[in-house]
């Protein structure tokens, strides 16, 4: 079984994560859970044994509404920043350390300059496009 994680909050760019388990809910064959923190990832994978955890947000970069995704490394690093105050990164090698870490962690993202939204059409494009991209990853 998949864990899709979407982290966001309700304000500006921020909300990406959410708008995309919005659109994939009912849609994919996964566990879909919404956060606002990457702490709340330990507490969804202690429920279950998942094989492939996908955590979708808003991730920090120099061109607004560009979608990328990248694997997580077994020594948790990974070169994009996310935007919560826990670490994305402590959180996963805390997982690790517990052993409730998944093989394969992926995630779907989208590029954020600011939290201010500038282009409202853009936003929800690439929501659409992480979420047919979530949909495909869940179907592997």
Do not use: Q, W
Request: some cysteine; proline content about 1%.
């Amino acid at each position: 079984m998949n864990l899709v994680v979407c982290i966001g909050s309700e304000t500006g760019n921020d909300s990406f994560g959410l708008r995309v388990a919005r659109l994939i809910k009912g849609k994919v064959s996964a566990r879909i859970e919404e956060a606002t923190n990457y702490i709340d990832l330990l507490t969804f994978l202690y429920d279950a044994s998942y094989e492939k955890l996908i955590v979708v947000d808003a991730v920090r970069g120099n061109e607004d509404y560009k979608l990328v995704e990248f694997d997580v490394r077994a020594d948790g690093k990974v070169k994009a920043p996310m935007t919560h105050s826990i670490t994305f990164f402590d959180a996963v090698r805390l997982a690790k350390a517990l052993g409730i870490l998944p093989d394969r962690v992926i995630v779907v993202g989208m590029e954020i300059a600011s939290v201010e939204v500038e282009d409202e059409g853009r936003l929800e494009e690439v929501a659409a496009k992480a979420a047919e991209r979530v949909a495909e990853l869940c179907s592997e």
